[in-house]
């Protein structure tokens, strides 16, 4: 299994980033696949999750209407689009994949977001 994300970098406030995630040597289209953000000295936090088929999202109250979970299961990525960033969005991203039938439990490398005037 392989989660790979890219798009990370440094923007100012106000500023938009896209997030993606490269899945492989998995079933791609069978699981949940969501991202998570760590910030320097906090605790990991969930941030969006789309579902299998891509047909529910759902997202932190932080980054309602600001931010977009999307998939493609033919590429086999996800992705996060990120609008109207702010500093406190400043933290390592991290795509996790999940199939809660078997238990399966995936995550990525993560890539650095900072947002800095």
């Known amino acids: 299994v392989q989660l790979v994300e890219s798009g990370g970098g440094s923007v100012q406030p106000g500023g938009s980033l896209r997030l993606s995630c490269t899945a492989s040597?998995?079933?791609?289209?069978?699981?949940?696949m969501s991202w998570y953000r760590q910030a320097p000295g906090k605790e990991r936090e969930f941030v969006a999750h789309?579902?299998?088929?891509?047909?529910?999202?759902n997202y932190a109250d932080s980054v309602k209407g600001r931010f977009t979970i999307s998939r493609d299961n033919v590429k086999n990525m996800v992705y996060l689009q990120m609008n109207s960033l702010k500093p406190e969005d400043t933290a390592v991203y991290y795509c996790?994949?999940?199939?809660?039938?078997?238990?399966?439990?995936?995550w990525g490398q993560g890539t650095q977001v900072t947002v800095s005037s």
């Open positions: 996790r994949a999940q199939l809660f039938i078997k238990g399966f439990d995936y």
């Open positions: 040597r998995f079933t791609f289209s069978n699981y949940v």
């Open positions: 789309i579902t299998s088929g891509g047909g529910t999202t």
